[in-house]
């Protein structure tokens, strides 16, 4: 399913608020960052996630984002096979996890979103090398993110290297958006596609791009908190992203410190 609707150019005093939201949000995923080690509760990310958040005047996006019940919680803390949506609690992350942190923050009523991944302590060849490929796949997309390319040339260069260069795979149930006003706007963004297909690049959009990169199936199984996407298989999974500004020249990111 493609959304063709609710794309939302935005003017440049809008563009000044998400650049803000993208800031604190960013300064929000620092703030778990720099408390991974082994021993830490997914709950303790997010009640740093949260402070930070408050602290600029702002509000988490995530917090009573409907579904089988309202999201409960500020970040989403995905661990190892977890690829997305999982709720931070009581489970202490362990030497050699690696935990997919996505948080999303509304400045003066516009939304920054945006996800990394990160191993605890040591963590094993094969995931250093997950992370690296979705932190490189994310990079990729971003660098077609300009007015005038389609949405299936971001999607097939994300497609090609992940899947085809380096033999991982990419979800097919979940993808980017726009974001602005709301988390979730037009155009629906995957992470696949044909080039010169799809919706063309205005200046002026903002899109969260976001690899979701899966070792072993594209295949994913909802857990029954109703919320955490896993792989099928329980292979490792990774996740970045980032709120971009596309322009008529270089892509923006909008979701830095
Ligand atoms: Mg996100
Ligand atoms: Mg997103």
Same mark, same amino acid.
């Given at each position: 399913?493609?959304? !063709?609707?609710?794309?939302?150019?935005?003017? =440049?005093?809008?563009?000044?608020?998400?650049?803000?939201?993208?800031?604190?949000? =960013? *300064?929000?995923?620092?703030?778990?960052?720099?408390?991974?080690?082994?021993?830490?509760?997914?709950?303790? $990310?997010?009640?740093?996630?949260?402070?930070?958040?408050?602290?600029?005047?702002?509000?988490?996006?995530?917090?009573?984002?409907?579904?089988?019940?309202?999201?409960?919680?500020?970040?989403?803390?995905?661990?190892?096979?977890?690829?997305?949506?999982?709720?931070?609690?009581?489970?202490? $992350?362990?030497?050699?996890?690696?935990?997919?942190?996505?948080?999303?923050?509304?400045?003066?009523?516009?939304?920054?979103?945006?996800?990394?991944?990160?191993?605890?302590?040591?963590?094993?060849?094969? =995931?250093?090398?997950?992370?690296?490929?979705?932190?490189? !796949?994310?990079?990729?997309?971003?660098?077609?993110?300009?007015?005038?390319?389609? $949405?299936?040339?971001?999607?097939?260069?994300?497609?090609?290297?992940?899947?085809?260069?380096?033999?991982?795979?990419?979800?097919?149930?979940?993808?980017?958006?726009?974001?602005?006003?709301?988390?979730?706007?037009?155009?629906?963004?995957?992470?696949?596609?044909?080039?010169?297909?799809?919706?063309?690049? *205005?200046?002026?959009?903002?899109?969260?791009?976001?690899?979701?990169?899966?070792?072993?199936?594209?295949?994913?199984?909802?857990?029954?908190?109703?919320?955490?996407?896993?792989?099928?298989?329980?292979? $490792?999974?990774?996740?970045?992203?980032?709120?971009?500004?596309?322009?008529?020249?270089?892509?923006?990111?909008?979701?830095?410190?």
């Amino acid at each position: 399913m493609v959304w !063709a609707r609710n794309i939302v150019v935005k003017s =440049a005093e809008e563009i000044s608020l998400m650049r803000e939201a993208g800031r604190i949000n =960013a *300064l929000a995923l620092q703030a778990t960052r720099e408390l991974l080690q082994p021993g830490v509760t997914t709950a303790e $990310l997010d009640e740093a996630a949260n402070e930070v958040i408050r602290k600029h005047g702002a509000k988490p996006a995530f917090l009573g984002v409907p579904g089988a019940y309202p999201y409960p919680a500020t970040i989403t803390a995905s661990i190892n096979d977890e690829l997305v949506h999982g709720i931070p609690g009581k489970r202490k $992350l362990k030497e050699g996890d690696i935990v997919s942190i996505d948080c999303g923050t509304i400045y003066e009523g516009f939304v920054g979103d945006s996800a990394y991944t990160a191993g605890v302590g040591e963590i094993s060849t094969e =995931a250093r090398r997950l992370l690296e490929v979705t932190q490189r !796949a994310l990079e990729i997309g971003i660098a077609r993110l300009r007015a005038g390319n389609r $949405l299936g040339d971001v999607g097939a260069a994300i497609q090609q290297y992940v899947e085809n260069e380096e033999g991982y795979h990419l979800t097919r149930e979940y993808t980017g958006h726009g974001v602005g006003r709301e988390m979730w706007e037009g155009p629906q963004v995957p992470n696949y596609g044909y080039p010169g297909r799809g919706f063309k690049l *205005l200046p002026g959009l903002t899109i969260a791009l976001e690899p979701m990169v899966l070792i072993g199936t594209a295949r994913t199984r909802v857990l029954p908190d109703e919320w955490t996407v896993a792989s099928a298989d329980g292979s $490792l999974t990774a996740h970045f992203e980032h709120t971009v500004l596309v322009t008529e020249n270089e892509p923006v990111v909008l979701t830095v410190p």
